[in-house]
């Protein structure tokens, strides 16, 4: 599965051990990508990990309301170059990432990539509180999808695995009930 966006997960450390983590998956899946653990994100430790001078974009809806305090809007350009394009992808809980994205001016002052018109989750043993909210993992595919103009096509043997991962946990928590 060949792409050539860049992509840097950034995991909240109570994800790493958890059983449903899609994170790992993609990350061991797509081999342009990086991931990092922790809350904190400080400007040093994030500027070591962008070390490639690429235009890193932030797949996170906005979140404020105000004009004047949004995050930078893409560059829709540049979002064509994808050999010199790095997605930055938060993978938590939404009141996980964020509270990931608080702590990290840097990350606050990245350009938003936000996902419209999503396909819905299909990750049925996380519960989504509202519309639109993917995992790591199918929300990376989307925007992969979009940015690089490939459709679903390519990120559909990764999405079908993923679906089948998602029904194993299901029914290994049916059989394990008592």
């Not at 904190?40 to 890193?56: H, I």
């Not at 994808?82 to 702590?103: E, I, N, P």
């Amino acid at each position: 599965m060949a792409h050539t966006t860049e992509v840097l997960i950034l995991q909240h450390p109570l994800e790493v051990d958890h059983a449903k983590n899609s994170a790992r998956l993609l990350h061991l899946s797509l081999p342009n990508s990086q991931m990092l653990v922790g809350e904190a994100f400080d400007a040093r430790s994030l500027k070591a990990a962008l070390t490639v001078p690429k235009y890193t974009v932030l797949l996170y809806p906005q979140t404020a309301t105000q004009p004047q305090d949004r995050a930078p809007e893409p560059d829709p350009l540049r979002l064509t170059d994808t050999a010199h394009l790095r997605l930055v992808v938060l993978d938590g809980t939404w009141r996980k990432s964020r509270k990931m994205l608080h702590r990290s001016p840097l990350l606050q002052g990245l350009p938003r990539l936000e996902l419209e018109g999503a396909p819905p989750s299909n990750y049925r043993i996380r519960k989504a509180h509202k519309p639109g909210q993917l995992s790591t993992l199918e929300a990376c595919c989307a925007a992969l999808a979009r940015l690089e103009g490939d459709a679903d096509d390519r990120f559909r043997p990764l999405l079908q695995a993923f679906d089948g991962f998602v029904a194993q946990q299901q029914d290994y928590r049916v059989h394990k009930a008592p």
